[in-house]
């Protein structure tokens, strides 16, 4: 079984692109720090629990496993080898990895985990990412977002302007915290040379400008219209209850003694919360009930994931480009769909 970061994540065209080569770029492109700095805190619990002299609670590791497998459809032990395998992956290390999950569940309100400066990468942390991001689910976005620059770089006759290549140099040191002359200790650390780093700055600047030139204002208006009612932006105030009896009492505070919900927050001492966001960030059900309800109605109560909500509505908003969240919602459907067709016959997905 060859190494994780040698293990082929897609193919473009004729070559193959490796993990170690997703994980790299996403060092370039400044797309790991979340990642970084959740593996910094479930080691820093890790080492906790070692302190402690804590034994892992072996029952809630194997219900994570079992999720994991269920989630991915991993139903036999043949089908669990072969994912692992394709992506270079040890059982030992899958069990390593839900430990600290779960070090992480059980002690993670009282560790702080240190900075993480992703400026001094070393070949360690390179290599506890890769199966960090293959194992949270987080590697498929950097996998996407590398196949998309390939795609916009080979649909970029001849080179790519120098000012604009030096411009996303610029911009590399900026975002990665770099001098000039540390840039040459990182490609090492990385196993790569000045080469490489030249390829990835033509491709993101090959990238930014495929962007821009899909990104016409009237794609945009088009897209935005077609979305109007997900990117709705609703204002709502909410009591969150445990039971769906308690829900129905507080219901019937509102309909039947005129409470608001606040005062029924404050009687039941049930959380209330005022809150803004957009419809599609809702699961199904609660979306096209709260799309549905007229201003100041309070809805029946609505269950999610154990939790009972007693809603009214306060205000919708129509989505607009000026929102930012909106904004940046819209471009990237546009770009999903753009993309998508534009690698259709060039992109050949390996383990995602």
Known sequence: MPPTGDCAAFAFRDATTSVGDVVRAGYFRGELQASAFELAWKTACEDEAERLSLDADEVAVGAMIDRFRYENDLISAEETE?????????????????????????LGEKVVAGKVDLSRVTPELLGELQVELLMSGAFGPLATGLARRLVARSATEGPVDAGQVEAERARFLARSGLDPERV??????????????????????????TCA???????LSQALAAARLPLTRLEVETVEFDSADAAR??????????LS????????????????????DLPEERRQKLLCAGIGEVMEPVSDSGVFHLSRVLGKAEPNLADPSVRRRVEQRILDTYFSEAGAKDIRWIIL
Do not use: I
Not at 88 to 97: C, F, H, S
Not at 261 to 280: G, I, N, Q, T
């Open 82 to 106: 072969a994912w692992l395998d394709s992506r270079g992956l040890t059982a030992d290390e899958v069990q390593a990895y839900f430990e600290r999950c779960n070090w992480r569940e059980t």
């Open 184 to 209: 040459a200790g990182w490609l090492a650390n990385l196993e790569r040379g000045e080469d490489w780093l030249g390829r990835m700055l033509e491709m993101e600047a090959s990238y930014r400008l």
């Open 213 to 219: 030139a899909v990104l016409t204002p009237g794609r």
């Open 249 to 258: 009492e507080g219901h019937l505070c509102v309909r039947d003694d005129g």
């Open 261 to 280: 919900l606040e005062e029924v927050s404050r009687e039941s001492r049930y959380p209330f919360k005022r809150l803004e966001f957009l419809a599609e």
